[in-house]
C-alpha cells in the first residue's frame, strides 16, 4: 500500500502587527514533525500561502529557540532550496493529499483565518475526514472553518492552542489580531490548557492539535499513529 501523502503548510507572513518587528513560521513547529514524519518512513510535501520561502520568525533560529530539531533544518541545505520554490497553496491539487499538517508561528494569526484557499481545503479535509493537525498559532486556520453541517469546525471539539496566558507572556496580546484561544472558545472548541508553555497534544477523531513549540513532536507522532492506524484498518479490510 502506498505510504499516506502529508501536505505542509507555511506561513507567508513577515509582519508582526505595526510594531516594526518580523514574525512568520516558528521553525520548530516545523522542522520537528517534518523530520518526524521522514524518520516515519513519509514524504511531506511543503506548500506556503503566497508561494516561494515561508516567513521565519528570527526568534525562532536563536538561543534556546535552537532546538535539535532546529539545528538539523539549519544544517540542511537540501530543504532550505526545497523551501525556497515552495509552490503556492492555490497551486496545489491538495485533495491528492491524505492529511495536512499546520505549524504555527505568529505569522499563521494573519494569514491562516484569511486564506480562502485554506479555508475550503479544510473543510473539504474535514468532510472527507481526513487527518487534520495543527499547532501552537495554526488552530486560527479553523476561525473560519465549518463542519458539514454549517457549525464551526472546532464546535463542541477538544483543542489545543497558543493559551492566552502564553500570549500574556510574550507580550502580545494586543498585537495580534485576536486571542486564539478566547477565539476558538467562542466558537464552541472544548480548551483545558496545560501550564504556560508546556506540552500538551489533543486527539478528537482526526482533528489533532498541539498546545505550543513544545508539542510540536508529540503533534506529528499523533498524526503519525493516526495514518498508520488508519492504514492498519484498510490493510485489515482488505484481507
Not at 506561513?11 to 518580523?22: C, I, M, V, Y
Request: proline fraction near 7%; hydrophobic fraction near 45%; aromatic fraction near 6%.
Amino acid at each position: 500500500m502506498a505510504q499516506p501523502r502529508i501536505l505542509m503548510i507555511l506561513t507567508s507572513h513577515a509582519d508582526l502587527g505595526r510594531t516594526g518587528e518580523k514574525t512568520g513560521l516558528w521553525v520548530e513547529e516545523f522542522a520537528a514533525p517534518l523530520y518526524a514524519f521522514s524518520d516515519a518512513g513519509f514524504s511531506p510535501a511543503i506548500a506556503t500561502i503566497k508561494g516561494g520561502a515561508p516567513a521565519i520568525d528570527p526568534r525562532s533560529i536563536e538561543g534556546d529557540a535552537v532546538t535539535e530539531a532546529v539545528k538539523r533544518y539549519q544544517d540542511d541545505k537540501n530543504l532550505q532550496d526545497v523551501l525556497a520554490q515552495s509552490p503556492k497553496l492555490s497551486n496545489v491539487a491538495t485533495l491528492g493529499y491524505d492529511a495536512v499538517f499546520l505549524p504555527g508561528g505568529h505569522g499563521t494569526m494573519w494569514d491562516f483565518p484569511t486564506s480562502p484557499e485554506l479555508t475550503v481545503m479544510l473543510e473539504q479535509f474535514a468532510l472527507r475526514d481526513k487527518p487534520i493537525a495543527a499547532v501552537c498559532h495554526a488552530p486560527a486556520a479553523f476561525a473560519p472553518v465549518m463542519d458539514r453541517n454549517g457549525a464551526p469546525l472546532v464546535k463542541g471539539r477538544k483543542v489545543s492552542c497558543f493559551s492566552d496566558e502564553e500570549e500574556r507572556a510574550v507580550g502580545y496580546e494586543a498585537v495580534v489580531p485576536f486571542l486564539l484561544e478566547s477565539k476558538l472558545r467562542q466558537l464552541g472548541a472544548e480548551i483545558t490548557p496545560a501550564a504556560a508553555f508546556e506540552p500538551q497534544v489533543s486527539v478528537d477523531g482526526n482533528l489533532i492539535t498541539g498546545q505550543n513549540p513544545a508539542s510540536s513532536l508529540a503533534t506529528a507522532q499523533a498524526m503519525i499513529d493516526r495514518l498508520n492506524a488508519s492504514a492498519e484498518d484498510v490493510e485489515g479490510k482488505a484481507a
